[in-house]
T-cell receptor, first 114, second 113 residues
Framework: GENVEQHPSTLSVQEGDSAVIKCTYS??????FPWYKQELGKRPQLIID?????GEKKDQRIAVTLNKTAKHFSLHITETQPEDSAVYFC?????????????FGDGTTLTVKP | DAGVTQSPTHLIKTRGQHVTLRCSPI?????VSWYQQVLGQGPQFIFQ???????GRGNFPDRFSARQFPNYSSELNVNALLLGDSALYLC????????????FGDGTRLSIL
């Protein structure tokens, strides 16, 4: 089955710096890659996603890049703010006979220091 | 508009008991997926239902079962509870079954004593 590895497990940056989180996946059939932000005690919230026919997508301070050949994708957060502190999860989704199964990474705990 | 709602929010059970967790999707969403999230890990896929049919199943034992109702709400049932079943159970809904953005509920925190 699909395996998603996420690095680093923890990341600490100064406010205003950039943060990069990387994920690799094993199944070349994966074709949808969402990123979720989960604050302590709250639900995961979709922050950005990318499909396999696109190499990069940007939404204000957040961007995601995808390298299908290398089977890895990354989340980039620029001009970080303390409210960006949370656990971030990547996921890879495979289409199998009219169903989508998402495999999540183990998360990155991002701390933005004021 | 209401988001994905799950009930109950917290539940305490003992080993061997069974539990039923409930999920109401966002209005208009026909696909519901269930995930188990153990502390410190990402959500693990359990089931996906679409149009009342099971469309996907993760690597969970047969003690786990689910169903989807005509109004697209869903139940997750777990029998013969084990200590290792203690986790946050998340429900996510999406418009369709394939590669659609999923919206999560707040989850049900299940503790097994």
């Amino acid at each position: 089955g699909e395996n998603v590895e996420q690095h680093p497990s923890t990341l600490s940056v100064q406010e205003g710096d950039s943060a990069v989180i990387k994920c690799t996946y094993s199944d070349s059939a994966s074709n949808y890659f969402p990123w979720y932000k989960q604050e302590l005690g709250k639900r995961p919230q979709l922050i950005i996603d990318i499909r396999s026919n696109v190499g990069e997508k940007k939404d204000q301070r957040i961007a995601v890049t995808l390298n299908k050949t290398a089977k890895h994708f990354s989340l980039h957060i620029t001009e970080t703010q303390p409210e960006d502190s949370a656990v971030y999860f990547c996921a890879a989704s495979i289409r199998h006979t009219n169903a989508g199964k998402s495999t999540f990474g183990d998360g990155t705990t991002l701390t933005v220091k004021p | 508009d209401a988001g994905v709602t799950q009930s109950p929010t917290h539940l305490i059970k003992t080993r061997g008991q069974h539990v039923t967790l409930r999920c109401s999707p966002i209005s208009g969403h026909k696909s519901v997926s269930w995930y188990q999230q153990v502390l410190g890990q990402g959500p693990q896929f359990i089931f996906q239902y679409y149009e009342k049919e099971e469309r996907g199943r993760g690597n969970f034992p047969d003690r786990f079962s689910a169903r989807q109702f005509p109004n697209y709400s869903s139940e997750l049932n777990v029998n013969a509870l084990l200590l290792g079943d203690s986790a946050l159970y998340l429900c996510a809904s999406s418009l369709g079954p394939v590669n659609q953005p999923q919206h999560f509920g707040d989850g049900t925190r299940l503790s097994i004593l």
